[in-house]
């Protein structure tokens, strides 16, 4: 097969990977350059056939190493570090909360010490129509903002939480384990990233609680204001899905969302797996 080639997207973030072999792409060349679509264009689509968890495992070996994510029962029996996320909406309302969390924008994992660096999710079973999932660009929001901004948040610190009264919907019950394991974390509310050394605004809509050092009213009309230039639909670009595809986000730079749009009974279930990642700074 040809080399892989990388189409950038008419769109503030994104670019689609062409001719890739995917199981050659934790090859050390493959896997450099995908890695280097991914810093630089944020989201990265990889059309092609669907994928067992384990050969879903063996590809997402080319962006890091894969970790378990914390909700138990979303593992995969067979290859625990693949997730299935069954997001179908049902009449009888048993529907996944997480599915209908996931409609705010957010950052996955952003209350673990050490976030995921990037998410892939593969597309198993999807409804006949919406469900597109939507990409912020967060180097794009950091810049849009005004020069006085940057410099009051230049330096803060904002606490992450499993569940915060920010969010609009409430997550899914944790076990006790699961709850042990995630204490409140602190991360800076601008990212440096690692690779590009381009700075980010580090949100997440579902899970920032509050600035440090601020009271309750200041830090969330702050983090109104903030929240406000990520709704632009400029920074936006929002991904439909072909059955097979497999979309990776960078975490460290983006937020994303769902529509939750689609007909109800039809089922949208995707694999997912999260790559380790670093301490924010
Ligand atoms: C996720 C997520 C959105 C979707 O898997 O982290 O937010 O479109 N998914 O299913
Ligand atoms: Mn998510």
């Not at 597109?132 to 903002?145: E, G, I, K, P, Q």
């Not at 920032?208 to 990520?230: F, Q």
Request: contains cysteine; glycine residues 4%.
């Amino acid at each position: 097969m040809a080399a892989p080639r990388v189409i950038p997207l008419d769109a503030p973030l994104g670019a689609r990977i062409e001719d890739l072999d995917r199981e050659s792409a934790s090859s050390p060349a493959v896997a450099a350059l995908l890695n280097r679509a991914l810093a630089e264009h944020l989201l990265v689509v990889v059309p092609g056939e669907r994928m067992t968890p384990q050969q879903m495992r063996d590809f997402s070996s080319a962006f890091g190493a894969a970790q378990r994510q914390l909700l138990r029962y979303k593992r995969s029996g067979e290859v625990p570090e693949v997730s299935v996320m069954v997001s179908t909406l049902m009449d009888d309302g048993s529907t996944d909360k997480t599915a209908l969390r996931a409609e705010d924008w957010h950052t996955d994992d952003s209350y673990m010490a050490m976030p995921a660096k990037a998410t892939l999710l593969h597309s198993i079973e999807i409804p006949s129509r919406g469900g597109s999932t939507w990409f912020c660009n967060m180097h794009s929001v950091y810049d849009a903002l005004p020069e006085a901004t940057r410099q009051r948040i230049d330096g803060l610190r904002a606490i992450h939480a499993y569940d915060t009264v920010r969010a609009r919907n409430r997550p899914s019950e944790r076990t006790s384990q699961e709850i042990a394991e995630t204490p409140d974390v602190e991360h800076p509310l601008v990212r440096t990233h690692p690779d590009t050394g381009r700075k980010a605004l580090y949100l997440n809509f579902n899970r920032l609680d509050r600035i440090v050092g601020m009271d309750r009213e200041e830090s969330d009309a702050l983090l109104d204001e903030l929240a406000e230039e990520a709704r632009r639909p400029e920074h936006h670009f929002g991904h439909r899905w072909t059955l097979g595809d497999v979309v990776i986000w960078d975490n460290r730079a983006t937020m994303h969302r769902v529509d939750v749009d689609y007909p109800a009974g039809e089922h949208r279930i995707m694999q997912r797996v999260l790559i380790e990642g670093d301490k924010p700074f």
